[in-house]
């Protein structure tokens, strides 16, 4: 089922973070607020401005979301990337002291 | 090397002091994005897919141990335990937070590097030949001038708000290493009638959305009046070029609709109008800068090519680290020694601050204490014993530095792309590794010599995909990733751009249309040709079929 969430990245350290259920601000698109009507969806992005205004969360956006297999899953790679991480080396995230060049 | 006098350190203090500030306006809310984002891009930090990315500027990829130490350390303290080196001989970093920018730049400025103007539509860091001040068929240093663009051009009021970004390179070598051809500015020594050291200077070149190749704007210019000449074109461009659309700012479009012949005239009557100044480059200047360059005191050495001969036999993998990674140095008994950033599954150009912390440690054992990062993203030793390269070899293996395929198809340059870059359409990476795995084959990598393969997620072409050999761009096809290969492109001193191959790819069939151009090159060569020189002798056609299939050929003619 396609449904909307509000993504930005948090002004202090850049991270992606995603709108809450409450209007917070939440670090994992699991705890993000999923929007199932559009107008919905639309009135929490003018929220969203409030907090770039309150320079909380730089360039706050809708995005696309599958939540027919029970989970956010973003539809497209670019947001599938911004949720879960570069897809390569994601050992390297982990463990940031690994061997090797 | 150069080392900041007074009036650098103190440039770089006040610009993280003011940083500081402006940072700090910025978490109070003070400045908004809009307001703040030129200001931090001057300073190098970019907000990407994941969080702020830094890019530390590498003047002419020069680096000290020390250097490298401070860089892992940052990896370490501000980042996620490793960086990435770049095609402009950059290092960036990609999950720094805002708020401990000012200090991480103190910290960088502590070994003289910074961010300043590593972005935004200024004087880029100004690039070079890896091999400069070591190779034999250098007609003087390269670094000596780019250290003197780099002075004159930073925080240079006349040039900090260009129309867009500008980029030079400068070869002191007839081969090019440094890519010139594919510069706003390429500078280009060589000797005039008279024997006298000059530039052939060329303007207008450059990738992204519209690749061009650089034009001769002057065949011969003497060094003192490189400042003045280089102003004129800056000027002119300035001037003249186009702040209402982004896709026309760039010089090459202004030269390449003016015509050079026109551009030429402008910047020839700057030039006569203000040279005559004070802007002749005085001499104890250039010499006092290139003091900072001269060689270390080289020892004596005997030669070792034979007892080296004797160890390349008894051990196959070190005698193809030799033939591939190393270069001659231009004294007796040394050697330049790449280090390939592109072992299999590894990332091109990434490395995690451990291995850093051990490069550092082995430049200061094995190279005199500096050493270079190139524009395909790799290190260099530039001053190795040849006495020592076997020790140095062992001990680069297990950091996965080793890999001997310096120039090969799987020494790719690849941009971050949809990985990590806002820009990017598709990913860069995956596709490299792909290749990686296609081709685990050293025999057939080695017989089939040189060739590259760069790779961009986007057409901005950070991956210098126009001038690969086999070049790779990444393109969204209704949220799909598709790549789009070209032929025949090179970045060397006949720089050209590739041809279009054919329609784009899905991602898994990429390896094996590189392994049918391949299959192709091998049954076509003549002699010891290289991919280049049968592409060119050839064409397209043999390397579409290949790829596609006869019926294919027709539909993308």
Known sequence: MMSQMIIANRLIDGLVIYMGPKGEWVDSIDKGAVFEDKQDAQRWLIMAQQAVEDSVVVDPYLIDIDTGGGENLPVGARETIRAFGPSVRTDLLEDAEGNGG | MYRYDEFDHKLVQERIQQFRHQVKRRLSGELTEDQFKPLRLMNGLYLQLHAYMLRVNVPYGAITSRQMRKFAHVARAY????????????????????????????????????????????????????????????????????????????????????????????????????????????????????????FE?????????????????????????????????????????????????????????????????????????IKGDAKGIPEAEIQRIKAYFAPPEYEELPDFTDKLNTLRLTDKTFDLWMSSNVAEHKI?????????????????????????????????????????????????????????????????????????????????????????????????????QDINKHFVDVDRLIAIGDFTVNISGCMNACGHHHVGNVGILGVDKHGTEFFQLTLGGSSDEGASLGDRLGRALPQEEVPAAIEAIVDTYIDTREDDERFLD????????????????????????
Request: overall charge neutral.
């Open chain 2, 534 to 557: 049968t592409y060119r002798r050839i064409g397209m056609v043999p390397f579409k079929e290949a790829v596609y299939g006869s019926v294919d050929t027709k539909v993308v003619a």
């Open chain 2, 332 to 432: 007796g008994g040394y050697a330049i020694v790449n280090l390939t950033l592109k072992a299999p599954d590894r990332v091109p150009g990434d490395i995690t601050a451990t291995a850093m912390d051990a490069v550092a440690d082995l430049a200061d054992e094995y190279s005199l204490g500096e050493m270079r990062v190139n524009h395909r993203q790799n290190l260099v030793f530039v001053d190795v014993k040849q006495v020592d390269l076997h020790s140095l070899w062992k001990k680069l293996g297990p950091l996965e530095l080793a890999t001997p395929n310096l120039g090969q198809l799987t020494d790719m340059i690849t941009c971050p792309g949809l990985d990590y870059c806002n820009l990017a359409n598709a990913r860069s990476i995956p596709v490299a």
């Open chain 2, 201 to 273: 200077v060329l303007v207008g070149g450059g990738q992204g959305r519209t690749p061009i190749i650089a034009k001769t704007i002057r065949e011969w210019l003497p060094p003192e009046h490189l400042m003045a000449y280089v102003e004129a074109i800056l000027r002119v461009y300035n001037l003249s070029g186009r702040r209402d659309n982004i896709h026309k700012a760039r010089i090459k479009i202004i030269v390449n609709q003016m015509g050079i012949d026109q551009y030429r005239e402008l910047v020839d009557q700057e030039f006569d109008r």
């Open chain 2, 79 to 198: 980042d996620r335990g490793f960086g990435h080196f770049t095609t402009r001989q950059n290092i960036q970093y990609n999950w720094v937070k805002l708020e401990e920018t000012p200090d991480l730049l103190a910290e960088l400025a502590e070994v003289e590097v910074t961010g300043i103007q590593s972005s935004g539509n200024c004087v880029r860091n100004i690039t070079s030949d890896h091999y400069a001040g070591r190779i034999k068929d250098e007609l003087a240093d390269p670094r000596i001038y780019c250290e003197l663009l780099r002075q004159y051009t930073v925080l240079h009021p006349e040039f900090s708000f260009l129309p867009r970004k500008f980029k030079i390179a400068v070869t002191g070598s007839p081969k090019d290493r440094a890519a010139v051809a594919l510069h706003d500015i390429g500078l280009r020594m060589h000797l005039n009638d008279t024997g006298k050291l000059g």
